[in-house]
């Protein structure tokens, strides 16, 4: 890899989590305004729903209707926040579904070529199994911790397709129940990314003396996790890659604790396109790459965009700490994250755009 690493290639390491995800592909937009993409955990209810499964939040509740092939399962989850269904039931219809790999961690892994610390049940648990056997399946070299006594984590995943929207709705057993990465945590890396964790297994990943680059991917519960904040590590962050959602829920006094003390902040909003904010100096915004038809499915667009412009950033020689960023640079860069972004939407299973693909979509300026 060129720039700062010469011909060697970068020693990543991915902490994150890991899934079974079992999406559902549905007929039309899950608000009736609005885009939704977005994670919740869920409990399931005793109400059983033969032939749907009925989501219901704070504010309403989201019907799906599913099709005769679906394996399960059935009935009714709470959700622990709202949607904005303004207090409606809305309905739409799953046309398709499949199994695939999920977690952030994973996908980060994959897209980076990097090595992914995980959690995972024991051996016997056949859904730790099943995910250790995808994380193989793609090429994603894998050091799991094994927790004995819970099952391996999964999501629910609800997916509009070409509408944009989706919603992933976790049910959690083993990286709750994590404390510590312990050894594994003593690793020597160009890289270290930390995504979707509790704050106190991101902050210690990414308290690695050794690493050269520290990025923290998180998801909207690192926002409302307080043990610690956000604020509180942000010296150990290098680059923060988060969409607008978690980003808008981040108090403002937090937020401008961020921008001071994290080099880079990159802020994705959907079909907006991204801002990037370097410490110390002005935005930067980057408008979404144009596409030439709707997209198939949303799925790890977040996770293409943070892992290319991390990949871009190492390629060009960046150094998080040495002075003013180079505006050009940056926004070649993020350019290219949102080139490959819009690659991964016509992909519909866990894959992730080449640099070849990235290359030829930027000489064509279009998707």
């Given at each position: 890899?060129?720039?700062?690493?010469g011909?060697?290639?970068?020693?990543?390491?991915?902490?994150?989590?890991?899934?079974?995800?079992?999406?559902?592909?549905?007929?039309?937009?899950?608000?009736?305004?609005?885009?939704?993409?977005?994670?919740?955990?869920?409990a399931?209810?005793?109400?059983?729903?033969p032939?749907r499964?009925i989501l219901?939040?704070?504010?309403?509740a989201?019907?799906?209707?599913?099709?005769?092939?679906?394996?399960?399962?059935?009935?009714?989850?709470?959700?622990?926040?709202?949607?904005?269904?303004?207090g409606?039931?809305?309905?739409?219809?799953?046309?398709?579904?499949?199994?695939?790999?999920?977690?952030?961690?994973?996908?980060?892994?994959?897209?980076?070529?990097?090595?992914?610390?995980?959690?995972l049940?024991?051996?016997?648990?056949?859904v730790?199994?099943?995910?250790?056997?995808?994380?193989?399946?793609?090429?994603?070299?894998?050091?799991?911790?094994?927790?004995?006594?819970?099952?391996?984590?999964?999501?629910?995943?609800?997916?509009?397709?070409?509408?944009g929207?989706?919603?992933?709705?976790?049910?959690?057993?083993?990286?709750?129940a994590v404390?510590?990465?312990?050894?594994?945590?003593?690793?020597?890396?160009?890289?270290?990314?930390?995504?979707?964790?509790?704050?106190?297994?991101?902050?210690?990943?990414?308290?690695?003396?050794?690493?050269?680059?520290?990025?923290?991917?998180?998801?909207?519960?690192?926002?409302?996790?307080?043990?610690?904040?956000?604020?509180?590590?942000?010296?150990?962050?290098?680059?923060?890659?988060?969409?607008?959602?978690?980003?808008?829920?981040?108090?403002?006094?937090?937020?401008?604790?961020?921008?001071?003390?994290?080099?880079?902040?990159?802020?994705?909003?959907?079909?907006?396109?991204?801002?990037?904010?370097?410490?110390?100096?002005?935005?930067?915004?980057?408008?979404?790459?144009?596409?030439?038809?709707?997209?198939?499915?949303?799925?790890?667009?977040?996770?293409?965009?943070?892992?290319?412009?991390?990949?871009?950033?190492?390629?060009?020689?960046?150094?998080p700490?040495?002075?003013?960023?180079?505006?050009?640079?940056?926004?070649?860069?993020?350019?290219?994250?949102?080139?490959?972004?819009?690659?991964?939407?016509?992909?519909?299973?866990?894959?992730?755009?080449?640099?070849?693909?990235?290359?030829e979509?930027?000489?064509?300026?279009?998707?």
């Amino acid at each position: 890899m060129a720039g700062g690493y010469g011909l060697m290639e970068p020693r990543i390491w991915v902490f994150g989590p890991a899934y079974l995800d079992r999406a559902a592909f549905v007929d039309r937009p899950l608000l009736e305004s609005g885009l939704l993409d977005r994670s919740a955990n869920g409990a399931w209810t005793n109400e059983v729903e033969p032939e749907r499964l009925i989501l219901e939040p704070s504010d309403g509740a989201l019907v799906i209707e599913l099709p005769a092939d679906w394996p399960g399962p059935f009935g009714t989850v709470r959700l622990d926040d709202a949607l904005g269904l303004n207090g409606k039931t809305r309905v739409v219809k799953a046309q398709s579904w499949r199994d695939d790999l999920g977690g952030m961690g994973a996908g980060l892994a994959r897209a980076l070529g990097g090595r992914l610390v995980c959690a995972l049940g024991s051996e016997r648990d056949p859904v730790s199994r099943r995910v250790l056997e995808l994380l193989t399946t793609h090429h994603i070299e894998a050091d799991p911790i094994r927790v004995e006594d819970r099952t391996a984590d999964w999501s629910l995943v609800i997916s509009s397709g070409r509408h944009g929207d989706k919603l992933a709705v976790g049910f959690r057993g083993c990286h709750t129940a994590v404390e510590t990465w312990g050894e594994r945590a003593n690793v020597e890396a160009d890289v270290v990314v930390a995504a979707s964790l509790t704050n106190g297994l991101a902050s210690e990943a990414l308290n690695v003396a050794n690493a050269g680059l520290r990025v923290f991917a998180p998801a909207r519960r690192n926002v409302l996790d307080r043990d610690p904040t956000i604020p509180e590590f942000a010296r150990s962050i290098d680059v923060l890659c988060c969409n607008i959602g978690e980003w808008s829920l981040i108090p403002e006094s937090d937020r401008r604790i961020l921008l001071k003390l994290v080099p880079l902040v990159s802020v994705t909003s959907g079909p907006q396109g991204a801002h990037l904010y370097p410490a110390g100096q002005e935005p930067l915004f980057v408008p979404l790459f144009p596409r030439s038809h709707e997209p198939l499915d949303t799925n790890h667009a977040g996770e293409t965009y943070a892992a290319t412009l991390v990949l871009g950033l190492l390629k060009e020689g960046w150094h998080p700490r040495q002075g003013p960023t180079d505006r050009a640079m940056l926004e070649r860069v993020a350019r290219r994250a949102s080139a490959a972004a819009a690659l991964v939407l016509d992909l519909t299973m866990f894959a992730f755009p080449t640099s070849e693909m990235i290359d030829e979509a930027l000489a064509r300026g279009i998707v």
